[in-house]
């Protein structure tokens, strides 16, 4: 159907149109980890380095905030999931969460929080994982 303004989507293309929307008008963070239960880095920013003496920090933010216990100065821990493969029958066998860095809470508000690196992992003590940052989609918990 074509009106003044354009076309109106009409039978299977509004349905496409209204789930899409269902989808994408979601609450936030909380929206993109798998599982209500899991939490993860949603967001990395660095300011421009202007060319000062020290490089400007990153800020990390986590889909967790004061609703779960978080605030300022809480410590978190981050982990990858790393899925693991039998050669020999060539076929997924388990996914492994090694543990990369953690992190410091610089900000929180209800269900996100700001951190910065506190410090990597000893790759001494964990599995290689590469690359060796913090990244998006790594998950992250309380450190206990």
Do not use: C
Request: net charge neutral.
């Amino acid at each position: 159907m074509r009106t003044t303004n354009g076309w109106i989507p009409t039978g299977t293309g509004a349905a496409l149109l209204a789930a899409l929307w269902t989808f994408l008008s979601g609450t936030g963070a909380e929206t993109l980890a798998a599982d209500p239960g899991e939490t993860i880095v949603y967001g990395v920013y660095r300011p421009v380095d202007l060319g000062g003496e020290q490089p400007p920090p990153k800020d990390y933010y986590v889909s967790m905030g004061t609703r779960n216990g978080v605030q300022k100065g809480t410590t978190l821990q981050v982990f990858r999931k790393m899925a693991t493969h039998d050669l020999v029958s060539k076929r997924h066998q388990v996914d492994l969460m090694v543990p990369v860095a953690t992190l410091k809470v610089v900000h929180a508000e209800g269900s996100a929080a700001v951190a910065r690196l506190d410090k990597f992992f000893p790759e001494d003590e964990a599995p290689s994982i590469g690359p060796r940052a913090v990244m998006i989609g790594d998950f992250v918990q309380v450190s206990r």
